[in-house]
């Protein structure tokens, strides 16, 4: 989505695959959700974390999208935001920055099934990340985390679980350990090589299964295959990421890098 000119902080928007999304964008997710489904009924998979090598991957976009997908096949879906550090679920889908979520359930101050949101413009229900907490590392790795996981996996088909990048901060590796896959989202020619090694090894440092990884913002016109009607920039539909996630510590990028999403930026 184009930037608003006249915000300096750029609004949290996305393109959810619709009748009015484009048919690569939406053939992308269709291919996605049918691996998943594929896995699943051999395996029984039914929780999925999704995590990123960097902030700026688009785990998101694509954890939301492949919720929308999934639903839109007939299975019943929850969207759980577990980015306790700087969730955007609840932005991305127009949800108040206030509601109570799962930080509020583990903290005993709200239950459950009251926290659980369903929106009349999407199929899928969703799990808010609720209050941001002084100790995020401790609550996903909690008891009580556990015991919610393993219920909704009773209630839906699918539990699709939001995290921060793998490579930035523990949580989704903490997680990974409680789920029954996990999907790690990079993205076209930003996502490093070094970023990329470094999430798949603290991944296999805890034993998670990694289902695969989706490669994000990916541009065939690029490349010497494709071409035609296939040729499209999935990042102009909602994988587009200016802002800046508060996770501290992450400096993955080279200065030159830097200086040119600056610049874009300024445009």
Not at 8 to 22: M, N, S, V
Not at 38 to 63: E, Q
Not at 153 to 175: K, W
Request: charged share 30%; with cysteine.
């Amino acid at each position: 989505m184009p930037r608003n000119r006249k915000s300096q902080k750029p609004e949290r928007e996305l393109r959810i695959i619709d009748e009015k999304a484009p048919f690569p964008f939406v053939e992308a997710y269709k291919s996605l959700r049918t691996n998943v489904d594929f896995l699943s009924s051999t395996n029984n998979y039914r929780s999925i974390l999704i995590t990123s090598a960097g902030p700026w991957d688009g785990k998101s976009t694509v954890a939301i999208n492949l919720a929308t997908a999934m639903a839109d096949s007939g299975k019943r879906v929850i969207l759980v935001d577990c980015d306790l550090r700087k969730g955007s679920i609840a932005s991305y889908l127009k949800i108040s920055r206030s509601a109570a979520g799962i930080s509020d359930v583990i903290g005993r101050k709200a239950k459950l099934t009251e926290v659980i949101c369903q929106k009349e413009d999407t199929k899928f229900d969703i799990l808010p990340v609720g209050a941001l907490p002084d100790n995020p590392a401790e609550i996903v790795g909690s008891s009580t985390m556990v015991r919610i996981l393993q219920f909704l996996t009773e209630v839906y088909d699918y539990v699709f679980i939001d995290t921060p990048p793998v490579s930035v901060v523990t949580d989704a590796a903490i997680l990974s350990r409680y789920v029954d896959g996990v999907i790690l989202v990079v993205r076209a020619d930003e996502t490093t090589k070094q970023a990329l090694n470094a999430s798949k090894k603290a991944l296999e440092d805890v034993n998670a299964n990694i289902l695969g990884a989706v490669l994000n913002d990916f541009d065939a016109r690029k490349h010497s295959y494709g071409g035609g009607y296939y040729s499209y920039r999935y990042g102009k539909y909602g994988y587009k990421y200016g802002d800046r996630y508060g996770y501290g510590g992450y400096d993955k990028r080279s200065e030159k890098s830097r200086g040119k999403r600056q610049d874009a930026e300024e445009e």
